[in-house]
């Protein structure tokens, strides 16, 4: 355990730096918010999927990720299988996206 903490420390340390290098980069912010969430940080998950979206509001992964974060958070606060939250909402984002296309196409 202590090796994976310390792998988090250095891959948190690496997207901080290139988030301050270049505070428009993305993929750092994509990365840096699954990392928090996969850590149980969803808070800081979510506020940087919140920054991608910023940046880039059609940015699949980080509404991916939002909803993985959600779903994490829900799960831990219910003990419900963190699948049976996050599947209808996954099916809700792709009807979502769907429709804004077809939307856009006319």
């Known amino acids: 355990a202590l090796l994976n ?10 997207f901080n730096e290139a988030i301050r290098l270049d ?5 750092a912010y ?3 918010g699954y990392l928090h ?5 969803y ?9 991608v979206l910023q940046l880039d509001a059609d940015n699949a992964d980080a509404q991916l990720g939002q909803a993985l974060a959600n779903a994490f958070e ?8 963190w699948s049976a939250i996050i599947l209808p909402s996954l099916n809700e984002t792709i ?10 196409q006319t």
């Open 74 to 81: 829900q799960s831990a606060k219910t003990g419900e299988a």
């Open 5 to 14: 903490l310390h792998v988090f420390d250095l891959a948190l340390a690496d």
């Open 43 to 51: 808070n800081q998950g979510l506020a940087d999927f919140e920054q």
């Open 37 to 41: 969430t996969f850590n149980n940080s």
């Open 30 to 32: 994509l990365h840096r």
């Open 23 to 27: 505070p428009q980069l993305t993929a």
């Open 95 to 104: 009807v979502q996206q769907a429709t804004q296309r077809t939307q856009g």
